[in-house]
């Protein structure tokens, strides 16, 4: 059982940047294929970002360019740059370990 641990989001005017970060318990996080979701009010959760452990690398085609997945995996971490957030940006975002372990979410607001 991994746990996995976000931080940062909050609210931040259209053009800003946000960094999330997901920290996952246990040793295995190098072999993990790392995810990020969001979910925004009545809609569905959808991808956003993922990174295998080999750094391949895939996007939501409405982010790609502006947000940028890594992971650390001596931190076992995984990081989401968002730059240039739009108001549609607006969700609770969440990491996916393994395609099995979740994060708690974060919100993120993207507002004048």
Known sequence: QEQLVQSG????????SMKLSCVVSGSM??????????????????????????????????????????????RN???LQMDNLRPEDTAVYYCCAGRKWWGQGTQVTVSA
């Open 77 to 79: 971490t995984a990081y």
């Open 9 to 16: 989001g909050g609210s931040v005017h259209p053009g800003g």
């Open 29 to 74: 996080f190098s072999s993990y294929l790392m995810e990020w979701y969001r979910q925004s009010p009545g809609n569905e959760r959808e991808f956003v970002a993922s990174i295998t452990p080999y750094e391949k690398i895939d996007y939501l085609g409405s982010v790609e360019g502006r947000f940028t997945i890594s992971r650390d995996n001596a």
